[in-house]
């Protein structure tokens, strides 16, 4: 039934959680499915591995800034 609306209406993404400036994972409010932003800025499936590369971008995303910050 949920999966009827979002072929019906397609998917209600909103932003789960942003991993850097660029890069964002999306859930849909109707049916769950998740999405990332891929290295090309296209949008994908967020599989098991896909998580796992944005956790270690997350995580090199705020050691950068932090350098960043020490360096002014
Ligand atoms: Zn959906």
């Avoid at 850097?20 to 296209?42: I, M, P, R």
């Avoid at 599989?47 to 800034?65: A, G, S």
């Amino acid at each position: 039934m949920k999966n009827l609306y979002c072929r019906l209406f397609n998917h209600d993404f909103i932003i789960k959680s942003e991993i850097t400036k660029f890069v964002k994972e999306y859930t849909c409010l109707n049916c769950g499915k998740q999405l990332t932003t891929s290295d090309q800025g296209e949008l994908i499936p967020l599989t098991d591995k896909r998580r796992e590369t944005n956790e270690e971008l997350r995580k090199l995303y705020i050691k950068r800034r932090k350098l960043k910050k020490n360096a002014y």
